[in-house]
């Protein structure tokens, strides 16, 4: 059964505290893992898709890197702003386009 | 740019009635969804549509209907709301050949 699991549920950082989200996943050949950001009432919003072994993708203080079993969201210096949480999916071939996604990581970042 | 929109983005119902889920995308994407988020399960998929008038099962879609007669709209109707029903209702789009989806903001269902 194709299936990801975030750790850790929760995350307290300090302004500047650099630290690293978990995605483990199972699945029947992946097509791709997708990383997402959700803020307190709104919807998803797109960060990053990872497609092999080995990629790594980048956008400002973040840093999604992928290996056959996990995928790893390092966050760099961060700030107040990036307090949400961070939500992983992942998409097997031959699945339709359906994503499956982890619980997701709610990252609180204080000044 | 409208992108993708949702409505209502909020809603009370009473059980046992009809209810109807709109969501609109403005990008002629092939694809769409729709998902429930509720605290412990996370987002799971109800129901999804490669193209018009092409409609599958997701992981939940039992007590819901869809249909897609137009590639932009993809309404989500609940026939008999029930109390197990109450939760945040999400839309996405992808276009065909890429595999990231976009989600809309959202609506909040109560149903009582």
């Known amino acids: 059964e194709d299936q990801v699991t975030q750790s850790p549920e929760a995350l307290r950082l300090q302004e500047g505290e650099s630290s690293s989200l978990n995605c483990s996943y199972t699945?029947?050949?992946?097509?791709?893992l997708f990383w997402y950001r959700q803020d307190p009432g709104k919807g998803p919003e797109f960060l990053f898709t990872?497609?092999?072994a080995g990629e790594e993708k980048e956008k400002e203080r973040l840093k999604a890197t992928l290996t056959k079993k996990e995928s790893f969201l390092h966050i760099t210096a961060p700030k107040p702003e990036d307090s949400a949480t961070y939500l992983c999916a992942v998409q097997a071939r031959n699945q339709g386009g359906k994503l499956i996604f982890g619980q997701g990581t709610e990252l609180s970042v204080k000044p | 740019d409208a992108g993708i929109t949702q409505s209502p983005r909020y809603k009370i119902t009473e059980t046992g009635r009809q209810v109807t889920l709109m969501c609109h995308q403005t990008?002629?994407?092939?694809?769409m969804f729709w998902y429930r988020q509720d605290l412990g399960h996370g987002l799971r998929l109800i129901y999804y549509s490669a193209a018009a008038d092409i409609t599958d099962k997701g992981e939940v879609p039992d007590g819901y209907v869809v249909s897609r007669s137009k590639t932009e709209n993809f309404p989500l109707t609940l026939e008999s709301a029930t109390r197990s029903q109450t939760s945040v209702y999400f839309c996405?789009?992808?276009?065909?050949?890429?595999?990231?989806?976009?989600f809309g903001p959202g609506t909040r269902l109560t149903v009582t």
């Open positions: 990008w002629s994407h092939s694809y």
């Open positions: 699945v029947s050949g992946l097509r791709g």
């Open positions: 990872l497609y092999s």
């Open positions: 996405a789009s992808r276009n065909q050949g890429a595999y990231e989806q976009y």
